[in-house]
């Protein structure tokens, strides 16, 4: 249940829905006084006098610091906020499309052409090179935070921190199915791991490590970390041509599939070894794809929809890169731009099973099922080689 109720008024914006919740916070789509939508994130209520109030509110203040350093067609606006107002909140230009862990979980991200796909994955790159250049690191790169297809998004800058101020702040945070197994202090490798984990969920539409059965296994961080850690080390991972021809997406299978596995098992490995760039990785992948090179050009930058300072040009012209014509005219995309609380689009077939995530936690769920199941098993060995003692030293007595 929500905090807050439509119609209220905060700092002069009027919530309107909300399409968001977790444990730090919620984001409603909210009016300004002349009547534009755009996105309000408001701290939880609750939170604000709990112990870990302090924490979230310097969250809440990195992000504000990142989303002002921070320019690009693929990345939401900041358009205003107020630390010191109760709640404090961040206003954001409202963007329109569905979250792709949701596509994911549909089976709509299959549906939609691949060399759309490789687009989507070349525009997310740059943002991530723009905030690495920046010397910020997002720290959550997954499905649930990349919005949109014609227009995609990558959102959620919560838990972004400069490179400078890394060794300050909490360093094992983020969703630990897509954090890089080392223990080293998250940098723009850890982002660049965690960006390969959802490029591979975009072109094979499952998750590369782990499986829909290991949710009744996975324990904490540290056992996600190390179970990931092993499988990597082992080879035990989806590489793309040990993936059963079946199983393969239809337009994957003319792929170039050895030389996905030279890609990802990059990606996926040492430190040392992985990409600086994730740009460069997508231009890998789009190589062994033999995806055509996607034209770049001009277009209205639509992610702003907001003035909150007139002397700023949030309308200008940007130099993105979007859906080429001949992509355009052959699909039907604009069923996937909408509202992120609009109902997912029908789809006629089962999508295979995934793991399932949300916007703040990921399946962190103690292992008692597992632990109960080992001593049940224990006692009942127990009991067992008890039963056959007794049965011995009773035979021995017996027998003349």
């Known amino acids: 249940m929500s905090t807050y109720s439509i119609g209220k008024q905060i700092a002069g914006y009027t919530l309107q829905n909300m399409v968001g919740k977790g444990a730090a916070g919620e984001v409603w789509l909210a009016s300004t006084p002349n009547g534009q939508t755009v996105a309000i994130k408001l701290m939880n209520l609750n939170l604000m006098s709990s112990t870990a109030a302090e924490k979230h509110h310097e969250r809440m203040a990195r992000e504000i610091e990142a989303l002002q350093s921070l320019s690009h067609p693929c990345i939401p606006a900041l358009v205003d906020y107020k630390l010191d107002h109760e709640p404090p909140f961040l206003v954001m230009s409202y963007v329109r499309g569905e979250p792709h862990d949701k596509l994911l979980r549909t089976g709509q991200m299959m549906q939609i052409p691949l060399a759309v796909r490789i687009l989507i994955l070349r525009q997310i790159a ?40 890394i060794r300050s702040t909490m360093q094992e945070v983020g969703t630990s ?62 590489v793309p041509t040990r993936v059963p021809f079946s199983e393969l997406p239809l337009d994957i299978r003319n792929a170039n599939l050895s030389a996905l596995d030279a ?135 017996t027998s003349p």
């Not at 297809?149 to 400069?162: G, M, R, T």
């Not at 190589?287 to 700023?312: M, Y």
């Not at 052959?330 to 995934?354: G, N, T």
Request: glycine share 4%; with cysteine.
């Open 126 to 165: 740059d943002a991530i090179a723009c905030a690495h250049e920046k010397g910020i690191v997002h720290r959550d790169i997954k499905p649930a935070n990349v919005l949109g297809v014609e227009h995609p998004y990558l959102i959620d800058f919560n838990l972004a921190v400069k490179v400078d101020s």
């Open 177 to 238: 199915l897509y954090m890089p197994p080392e223990t080293n202090v998250p940098d723009a490798l850890s982002d660049n791991y965690s960006f390969a984990v959802y490029a591979y969920e975009m072109l094979f539409g499952l998750h590369p490590i782990f499986r829909a059965e290991d949710m009744d296994v996975l324990g904490g961080m540290s056992n996600t970390l190390m179970l990931a850690a092993s499988r990597i080390m082992r080879g035990e991972w989806r």
């Open 263 to 397: 890609i990802f098992t990059r990606a996926f490995g040492s430190r040392e070894g992985r990409y600086l760039d994730p740009r460069e990785f997508v231009a890998d992948v789009e190589k062994a794809l033999n995806i055509p090179a996607v034209r770049r050009g001009k277009e209205s930058s639509k992610r702003r929809d907001l003035r909150a300072d007139e002397s700023v040009d949030l309308n200008a012209p940007t130099d993105v890169l979007f859906v080429p014509d001949e992509v355009r005219a052959q699909f039907d995309l604009s069923h996937y731009e909408k509202s992120v609380d609009a109902d997912s689009v029908a789809v006629p077939f089962a999508p295979p099973p995934r793991l399932e995530t949300d916007d703040f936690t990921i399946l962190e769920n103690e292992r008692a099922a597992a632990r109960a199941k080992t001593k049940r098993i224990v006692i009942g060995v127990t009991i067992l080689v008890m039963i056959v003692i007794v049965v011995l030293i009773v035979l021995s007595q």
